[in-house]
Nanobody, 129 residues
Framework: QLQLVESGGGLVQPGGSLRLSCATSGFTFDYYDIGWFRQAPGKEREGVSCFSRSGGRTNYADSVKGRFTISRDNAKNTVYLQMNNLKPEDTAVYYC??????????????????????WGQGTQVTVSS
């Protein structure tokens, strides 16, 4: 059974950092594209950063470029999202998502939450002083 379990969320002051983890199981990690999405109250789920296994390409939302970094540890079947210089507008529930390798560009995949069919339960990130 495919599982995605996020962790690492919490309360942090503006300018602070957090590292989110997405532990995966039940599928061949190397054959899936992985993405991080977030959803703030009253807003649609938006792509934050996505990783394409084929070619190893990454995509970032403009709002997080230069502050967030996605990475994956294939030995641990885990994907990370390092978030630096956090801002109050980064407050949201962050979700990890997976989808079998797609021929679509990673930019197109990351633009739509419906590109991914497998989701974790989410982890809350709150940025506040």
């Amino acid at each position: 059974q495919l599982q995605l379990v996020e962790s690492g969320g919490g309360l942090v002051q503006p300018g602070g950092s957090l590292r989110l983890s997405c532990a995966t199981s039940g599928f061949t990690f190397d054959y899936y594209d992985i993405g991080w999405f977030r959803q703030a109250p009253g807003k649609e789920r938006e792509g934050v950063s996505c990783f394409s296994r084929s070619g190893g390409r990454t995509n970032y939302a403009d709002s997080v470029k230069g502050r967030f970094t996605i990475s994956r540890d294939n030995a641990k079947n885990t994907v990370y999202l390092q978030m630096n210089n956090l801002k109050p507008e980064d407050t949201a529930v962050y979700y990890c998502a997976a989808e079998p390798l797609s021929l679509r560009s990673i930019r197109a995949m990351c633009a739509l939450a419906t590109s991914y069919n497998y989701w974790g339960q989410g982890t809350q990130v709150t940025v506040s002083s």
